[in-house]
């Protein structure tokens, strides 16, 4: 049984940073495409980046230049870390997995066959 767990949430000042993480089981780890989706409050979820199987990474534009993804396989967890937040960057963030060889935009959120239960962030302004 898969399960993703997410930590690193938290309360951060506007211009702050936070270090999101999601550790994974159940499965072989190396083989998973990575997402992560957040949810800002009385929004839907929205692609925030992601990360395949073999290392290649796209980030949603509105984070990019300040949010990066990476996984270290031998921790089987992937990290986004998250540089000069926002308050618009507030909201329930998401880790999510699929484990396929064929390729699938990432960006989507039916991409993805596992979800953990998100960990809150809120950015003071």
């Known amino acids: 049984q898969v399960q993703l767990v997410e930590s690193g949430g938290g309360l951060v000042q506007d211009g702050g940073s936070l270090r999101l993480s999601c550790a994974a089981s159940?499965?072989?780890?190396?083989?998973?495409?990575m997402g992560w989706f957040r949810q800002p409050p009385g929004n839907d979820r929205e692609f925030v980046a992601a990360?395949?199987?073999?290392?290649?990474?796209i980030l949603a534009d509105s984070v990019k230049g300040r949010f990066t993804i990476s996984r270290d396989n031998a921790k089987n967890t992937v990290y986004l870390q998250m540089n000069t937040l926002k308050p618009e960057d507030t909201g329930v963030y998401f880790c999510?997995?699929?484990?396929?060889?064929?390729?699938?935009?990432?960006?989507?959120?039916?991409?993805?066959?596992?979800w953990g239960q998100g960990t809150q962030v809120t950015v003071s302004s």
């Open positions: 999510a997995a699929v484990w396929t060889t064929i390729p699938r935009a990432l960006t989507g959120r039916q991409a993805y066959d596992y």
């Open positions: 159940g499965r072989t780890f190396s083989r998973a495409n």
């Open positions: 990360i395949t199987w073999n290392g290649s990474s």
